[in-house]
T-cell receptor
Framework: GEDVEQSLFLSVREGDSSVINCTYTDSSSTYLYWYKQEPGAGLQLLTYIFSNMDMKQDQRLTVLLNKKDKHLSLRIADTQTGDSAIYFCAESRNTGGFKTIFGAGTRLFVKA | GAVVSQHPSRVICKSGTSVKIECRSLDFQATTMFWYRQFPKQSLMLMATSNEGSKATYEQGVEKDKFLINHASLTLSTLTVTSAHPEDSSFYIC????????????FGPGTRLLVL
């Protein structure tokens, strides 16, 4: 199948860590991505991880990949109100043509 | 680097008219561009993939005669919604692949289309 699944909603308090989870089904995925979308805007690439990596850290963002379980997570440390947005998990695969499959998005709400 | 622009950012048109949306990669050459449609509170739906100088590949269920895609150069792709109807109202987002990280797509800011 082509499913990429995410929980739809997450609420955290400002200063706490946020963890957004994603599962995917295709083991041939090459890259996995996290995008951020603010209201009325396009998607901003936050970070990506190659499928042979387990972890990637970039400032407040930590991506963990469990390839065996096909589970990807995004941890945002010290979450700020400006982090409130929709976060999309996506996987890309090149099977006779490049294709990226997006999850439905997780809406992160940060309470001050 | 890797900036993608779209124009216009929003457009209102009458039913039956055609609307053209431009997608430009500003600082890199985009070998491939993608057009997505996003409904409120939903994920992105891939409409078509276009490679410079060749015909676009449309996803199943997307009418190629209604959504005309032209990828005339390595920095410009256009989507024309022909004979637009209210059900075509949506948020259209383009993305471009190329540059240093060839596997990664960079997205434009989107175009909100409202058909009256």
């Amino acid at each position: 199948g082509e499913d990429v699944e995410q929980s739809l909603f997450l609420s955290v308090r400002e200063g706490d860590s946020s963890v957004i989870n994603c599962t995917y089904t295709d083991s041939s995925s090459t890259y996995l991505y996290w995008y951020k979308q603010e209201p009325g805007a396009g998607l901003q690439l936050l970070t990506y991880i190659f499928s042979n990596m387990d972890m990637k850290q970039d400032q407040r963002l930590t991506v963990l990949l469990n390839k065996k379980d096909k589970h990807l997570s995004l941890r945002i440390a010290d979450t700020q109100t400006g982090d409130s947005a929709i976060y999309f998990c996506a996987e890309s695969r090149n099977t006779g043509g490049f294709k990226t499959i997006f999850g439905a998005g997780t809406r992160l709400f940060v309470k001050a | 680097g890797a900036v993608v622009s779209q124009h216009p950012s929003r457009v209102i048109c009458k039913s039956g008219t055609s609307v053209k949306i431009e997608c430009r990669s500003l600082d890199f050459q985009a070998t491939t561009m993608f057009w997505y449609r996003q409904f409120p509170k939903q994920s992105l739906m891939l409409m078509a993939t276009s490679n410079e100088g060749s015909k676009a590949t449309y996803e199943q269920g997307v009418e190629k005669d209604k959504f005309l895609i032209n990828h005339a150069s390595l920095t410009l792709s256009t989507l024309t919604v022909t004979s637009a109807h209210p059900e075509d109202s949506s948020f259209y987002i383009c993305s471009a692949k190329g540059g240093l990280t060839w596997e990664t797509q960079y997205f434009g800011p989107g175009t909100r289309l409202l058909v009256l």
